[in-house]
């Protein structure tokens, strides 16, 4: 589980961050990341931790924005209760559970990202994730704590990623081989300026019509040649487009 991260966004009670903290123990998750917690008080958050929570918590990284959060990770999953939408492909726990027992053994960072408690991920939030989860609740009491859901989730991976005999002896381990989330962001920016010169996205919805073509360039998981070279075929074609007159009409 040490290639997991938690990333809490904008959570608002610093019980749920003392409690957040105590899951990620409880399941071998070291990492958390907290996202412009909107108070962050030890002295309310550590009793919810526990003593084992306690380090998890103390040494917890604490950034402005949830770009900065991901630049480093090789793949992302957001959280959601809402479908439809900007939210689209949505796995359950014990799919997400796969892809990341998946994803650790073939050495890729992964961060799985929770919204605060009142609203969950905003729209821009979900669009920087590359594959959403969703738990299944009753529908007249879906929404959920969010420590509860980050026990949940964890829960899910670590029967995967314990109880399977993964072989690990033949992996490369360098995770550079991998592109990494700030390089995709990279990568997507080019794209829509690719895609936008050639009049396949209009000013008015780029960012909505993006998400398919983003979706499928996170499920390949992208290796760094591969985004050298898709960066440079964006370079070129926009090198080309700049030798082209502007019409006047």
């Known amino acids: 589980m040490e290639n997991i991260a938690v990333v809490l966004c904008r959570t608002k009670y610093s019980e749920n961050i003392g409690s957040a903290a105590r899951a990620c123990v409880n399941m071998g998750v070291n990492e958390l990341i907290l996202v412009s917690p909107k108070e962050l008080d030890l002295n309310r958050a550590l009793p919810l931790a526990t003593p084992k929570g ?15 959060a991901l630049e480093n990770f090789n793949k992302v999953y957001g959280t959601t209760a809402r479908t439809g939408g900007w939210r689209k492909r949505i796995l359950l726990p014990k799919q997400a559970a796969s892809e990341i027992a998946k994803d650790v053994a073939e050495g890729r960072k992964v961060a799985i990202v929770f919204g605060p408690e009142d609203t969950g991920l905003l729209n821009q939030e979900i669009e920087l994730c590359g594959q959403l989860i969703t738990i299944p609740t009753d529908p007249g009491a879906w929404s959920l704590n969010v420590a509860q859901a980050v026990l949940i989730i964890l829960y899910e991976c670590f029967n995967k990623i314990s109880y399977h005999n993964w072989s690990k002896t033949n992996l490369e381990k360098d995770l550079t081989k991998y592109a990494t989330h700030k390089d995709l962001q990279l990568l997507f920016e080019n794209l829509k300026k690719v895609l936008r010169e050639i009049d396949f996205l209009l000013p008015h919805n780029a960012d909505y019509f993006m998400l398919p073509l983003k979706r499928f360039i996170h499920r390949i998981n992208l290796k760094k040649n591969e985004f050298n070279m898709l960066m440079g075929i964006c370079r070129q074609f926009l090198w080309y487009f700049r030798q082209i007159p502007k019409s006047k009409e």
Do not use: C, F, T
Not at 54 to 68: D, F, H, T
């Open 54 to 68: 306690k380090n998890i918590l103390e040494r917890a990284s604490i950034v402005s924005n949830l770009y900065v």
